[in-house]
């Protein structure tokens, strides 16, 4: 006898192993031998006949029964309990306090958990619950260690972390979740999903993924918070010099109303542009965009702030550090011709088939001398537009040739203290010779004379000389990147005195202190020295250079009758366009930094590298690298006390050095190097600063909480209230004693059906039937 | 050309002289005529003529002495443009002479092929492009298509008219971007030539209005060779200028 209190769970099993069409068949049989014995039985009286065929149906029956083979399973069986994640936000937002002195959000979170009465085992009937932390990662603690959780995680992304919950728990039941946030989502989820809007399908689809309630307690008030806060800047990494840039910064403003916001947009501590917005109510968000040009190439910073008013939660989020990297896309070259001649077709050609430059000429196809009977409707030509081109268009210049061209005739004159006042801010002017240029265009006197590294004659003295000659380069001129043909300079002087002599060259008196002559005239003299033929120099922000001829093509066509080839004419006028216009490959000395940012505590990989005058790398030289810190509140003030580092390059002419960056702030670096030659520098710069992302949306987002209860059928509170969690009951069990039982295999059994037989047969024998 | 442009010809020429004396009278532009082992010159003063036209319409400082050179003289390569003229056949160039004029177009250099023997594939013609071929043995000779810079460099023109109109079009030889090599049949120096009184020397089928065109394609020619595709990129300057955003709106 077995004890029904050992069992409290049992099924009927058929142990015999006949399929559904064996059952079929045999029902078919049995059915078929009953309808047989109906009928063979059909004269005895009812009674009779329906007596003797109850009988052969129970014996067929109990027959069938016996092969089908029916057995009792009993066990004894206990559920399993399922498992329930309770995800506790412990990001930076859930420090925050709301205006009045209230609670922390965290302070509240930790209420909230506590009220939901977890047992101190976290195990009940039914469930097992795991407190976990989430922000840096999921982190299961005990309940214990609740009171001394630390709420400073840098981000809460509530989808990431339901993800990991279904990674982490996929070998066991789930039977709900228990999510405590305040909803500042810093992943995709909170920025998706605005306050009036659904969720989406991507976050439907993932709350929904793991196919249990999500209940969710929102923790904060937003109605209570008074924050002012750059939400988001939208700016590129780099921007083209001399191109407009936007940065597009969107604001949310929280507890105000009617207050009159100034933003502005700094740079290295200079204010560059300022935009007000008024705070309306109800409106939270401000769209903003500022526009500037940068008009010099390499890094800044650059910050966005907007001002702290009283009572705000938090400070740190009202102003975004950023840098930008401005580079050159292509170089925008204005060539002005006077006059059209091989000098300017050879320049141009070499120009236009240059892809780094974006050419612009103009040339003077005729002027009011010449004669011409055709009407105007059967010539090509256009007005000069002067207007335009040196007003208002200039800027947009990198670089400016003159090619002996005279303003006079095209009153222009009003327009050279533009060209003058855009070299001095950083742009690029050569002037080449010819019989309408120098002195001989007017420019004596003018703004334009002033930038120019050489003095001019008065047009009342001899201007031009016709003789033959070849430049003869200055001691500088054998070193200059513009003059350099050759890597050696006794090559390069030989080189220069190989190239196709000049028919003729403008007079120009001695070259101003500021200059740097690098080729002179063979015999003319200018202030007892040689007259400078090819002169360079640095004005302000501006470069600037002379060539007296008007003959460098023949560098070019001439050379080639000789069998040489265009390189040197290619060279000279190639590196004299980078040079003027300030190209860093230029530079013998360059620092290099490859993150525009680094965190406090962080270093930054900080590459040296060094060329000699031939742009040979430069191994096994020492130099010192300067840094300077700038904290990011002070960024106009002078820089701290800097820090030098020793560097040495390698064989290939770099140094690789690790700068530390121990607070934020802007470092500056500075290499320099002494040369025989002279010194060399070069400088660059990285931010540091910490990005907390959690501080550019602090607002409570308990609608986001609610839609992702809604969607998994689980339940919403916002805290203090406590939440009725809704679970799934465990589906799983476990059988912890178990029996088969055998029906079919017993004598009582085997007895009856013998016994029903031989009824059967003994009352067919009593009444008539054999 | 009529005698009242011509008085005015005449009369700008002294006006217009600059105060400045020209930097390097030898080194103004100057056209060089081809000489070869052919009737290189049938049309002696013709290049001069279109030099004066030029100077007179231009800013183009000229120089108006006519420069017969062989390929072997050094002044070639002061002379970026050669005119290469005939009215017959003539006997192949050495290799000297091909791999010169090779290295003088590659360098930079512009040939003006102009055919005097009347006809649109003479054997003149047919002599420079059996020439052309050895001298770039890998490029096409093509048609130069009307809307050519070549036809609006200077003046506005639909047809390279001449002394006649054998051909609608004229034909080219490409350096990249740069035509190195125009081929026209329709004696263009014939529609130029004057005698020393003054006289035209040979009529245009198409009477003085031809002639007029004939000069304004000289013009367009030799514009041409200073200024390449200038005149093709002054159309697209308002573009380039308005996609430049360097200005805060």
Redesign the interface.
């Known amino acids: 006898m077995l004890p029904s209190f050992e069992y409290n769970s049992g099924d009927v099993l058929w142990l015999g192993n006949w399929g559904p069409i064996w059952i079929a068949g045999i029902t078919i049989l049995g059915l078929a031998i009953l309808a047989l014995s109906a009928y063979d039985l059909s004269p005895l009286p009812r009674y009779r006949r329906f007596t003797l065929l109850g009988l052969r149906a129970s014996v067929f029956g109990l027959a069938v029964m016996m092969l089908l083979e029916p057995a009792v399973d009993l066990k004894n069986v206990t559920k399993v309990k399922n498992h329930v994640p309770v995800l506790i936000d412990t990001s930076l937002s859930m420090s925050l306090t709301a205006t009045g002195n209230a609670d922390s959000r965290a302070v509240l979170a930790k209420a909230a958990i506590e009220s939901l009465g977890l047992p101190e085992s976290l195990t009940d009937d039914n469930h097992i619950y795991h407190l976990l932390t989430f922000g840096s990662a999921l982190e299961e603690i005990p309940l214990g260690a609740l009171k001394d959780t630390t709420f400073d995680a840098p981000s809460s992304d509530i989808g990431a972390t339901l993800v990991e919950v279904k990674r982490r728990y996929q070998d066991v039941e789930l039977g709900g979740v228990v999510l405590v946030s305040d909803g500042t989502d810093t992943g995709g989820m909170g920025s998706r999903i605005r306050k009036d809007e659904a969720l989406d399908e991507t976050s439907q689809n993932l709350v929904a993924s793991l196919g249990i309630p999500i209940n969710t307690v929102a923790i904060g008030d937003p109605t209570s918070l008074r924050d002012l806060a750059i939400k988001r800047v939208k700016h590129d990494d780099f921007a083209f010099v001399r191109n407009k840039v936007s940065v597009d910064v969107e604001v949310q403003a929280i507890g105000f109303d009617g207050e009159v916001v100034q933003a502005r947009l700094e740079r290295a501590g200079v204010l560059l542009q300022t935009r007000d917005f008024t705070i309306e109510p109800g409106k939270t968000r401000y769209d903003i965009s500022f526009e500037f040009v940068p008009q010099q190439l390499g890094r800044e910073v650059y910050a966005v702030k907007v001002p702290v008013f009283e009572n705000e939660v938090l400070e740190s989020n009202n102003v975004f550090h950023f840098v930008q990297r401005v580079i050159r896309d292509k170089i925008r070259v204005l060539q002005v011709v006077g006059r059209p001649s091989w000098d300017e077709r050879f320049l141009r050609q070499l120009l236009k088939r240059n892809p780094n430059i974006d050419l612009i000429s103009f040339f003077i196809l005729r002027t009011n001398e010449n004669l011409i009977s055709a009407p105007n409707s059967e010539l090509s030509l256009i007005p000069f537009p002067t207007e335009e081109l040196f007003s208002t268009e200039l800027g947009s210049f990198d670089l400016i040739v003159f090619q002996n061209f005279n303003f006079g005739p095209y009153a222009m004159r009003q327009y050279l203290p533009d060209i003058a006042q855009f070299v001095r801010k950083g742009g690029g002017f050569v002037m080449i010779g010819g019989e309408l240029s120098f002195a001989d265009g007017g420019y004596a006197g003018t703004p334009v004379e002033d930038i120019l590294p050489i003095q001019l004659p008065s047009t009342a003295t001899k201007t031009v000389d016709l003789a033959h000659f070849r430049p003869m380069l200055t001691e500088a001129g054998t070193r200059h990147p513009i003059t350099q043909l050759a890597f050696d300079p006794t090559s390069n002087q030989q080189l220069w005195e190989t190239l196709p002599a000049q028919h003729g060259t403008n007079i120009v008196k001695e070259a101003r202190p500021w200059a740097t002559v690098l080729a002179t005239h063979p015999r003319l003299k200018a202030g007892g020295k040689p007259m400078p033929v090819i002169t360079v120099g640095e004005i302000d922000e501006g470069r600037v250079m002379t060539i007296t001829t008007d003959g460098s093509w023949r560098w070019s066509f001439e050379r080639a009758g000789d069998g040489a080839t265009a390189r040197e004419y290619q060279m000279f006028w190639n590196n004299t366009m980078r040079w003027l216009i300030k190209d860093p490959e230029l530079k013998l000395l360059r620092v290099e930094i490859e993150q525009d940012s680094v965190a406090p505590g962080q270093t930054a990989q900080v590459t040296v590298r060094l060329q000699n005058p031939d742009y040979t790398p430069a191994p096994d030289t020492k130099g010192i690298l300067i840094v300077s810190h700038r904290p990011l509140e002070h960024l106009e003030s002078p820089p701290l006390e800097p820090t030098k580092f020793e560097f040495q390059t390698d064989a290939r002419g770099v140094a690789v050095i690790e700068v530390p960056a121990p607070s934020s702030g802007v470092y500056e670096v500075v290499a320099e190097v002494q040369r025989p030659h002279g010194a060399l520098s070069d400088r660059e710069l990285f931010l540091s600063t910490l990005t907390t992302p959690e501080f550019s949306d602090i607002l409570p987002r308990p609608d986001l909480l609610e839609k992702i209860s809604t969607h998994t059928q689980g339940a919403f509170v916002s805290a203090p209230k406590t939440p009725t969690l809704v679970l799934k009951e465990p589906q799983a069990v476990q059988v912890n004693k178990r029996v088969v039982i055998q029906l079919w295999d017993s004598f009582f059994v085997f007895a009856i059906t013998l016994g029903l037989l031989l009824t059967e047969w003994a009352l067919r024998r009593r009444w008539g039937r054999l | 050309m009529h005698r009242r442009?011509f008085l005015?010809?005449m009369g700008?020429t002294l006006?217009?002289a600059?105060?400045?004396?020209?930097?390097?009278?030898?080194?103004r532009?100057s056209v060089g005529l081809l000489e070869y082992s052919g009737n290189f010159n049938p049309r002696p003063t013709a290049l001069r003529r279109v030099l004066l036209e030029t100077e007179?319409?231009?800013?183009?400082?000229v120089n108006t002495n006519e420069l017969i050179l062989k390929t072997s003289d050094?002044n070639?390569?002061?002379t970026?443009i050669l005119f290469w003229a005939g009215d017959r056949k003539f006997a192949p160039f050495s290799e000297d002479q091909i791999s010169i004029l090779r290295?003088?177009l590659?360098?930079?250099?512009m040939l003006v092929i102009d055919s005097s023997d009347g006809l649109e594939d003479g054997p003149f013609t047919q002599s420079v492009k059996r020439e052309l071929l050895r001298i770039f043995p890998d490029r096409n000779i093509a048609r130069i298509p009307k809307d050519h810079v070549v036809y609006?460099?200077?003046?506005?023109i639909e047809a390279p008219l001449g002394r006649l109109t054998v051909s609608p079009h004229m034909l080219g030889v490409w350096d990249?971007?740069?035509v190195s090599v125009v081929l026209s049949s329709n004696d263009m120096l014939g529609a130029w030539a004057r005698d020393s009184f003054g006289n035209w020397l040979y009529e245009c089928s198409g009477g003085e209005r031809q002639r007029d065109l004939s000069f304004?394609m000289g013009v367009n020619l030799l514009?041409y060779?200073?200024?390449?595709?200038?005149?093709a990129?002054?159309v697209h300057?308002p573009f380039?200028?308005g996609r430049?955003?360097?200005?805060?709106?």
């Open positions: 442009n005015k010809a700008a006006l217009a600059p105060s400045a004396q020209a930097m390097g009278e030898e080194d532009y007179k319409v231009t800013n183009i400082r050094q070639l390569w002061n970026p290295r003088y590659q360098a930079g250099g609006k460099s200077f003046y506005l990249d971007e740069r304004r514009m060779s200073l200024c390449i595709n200038y005149k990129d002054q300057i380039i200028l430049r955003k360097w200005k805060v709106d």
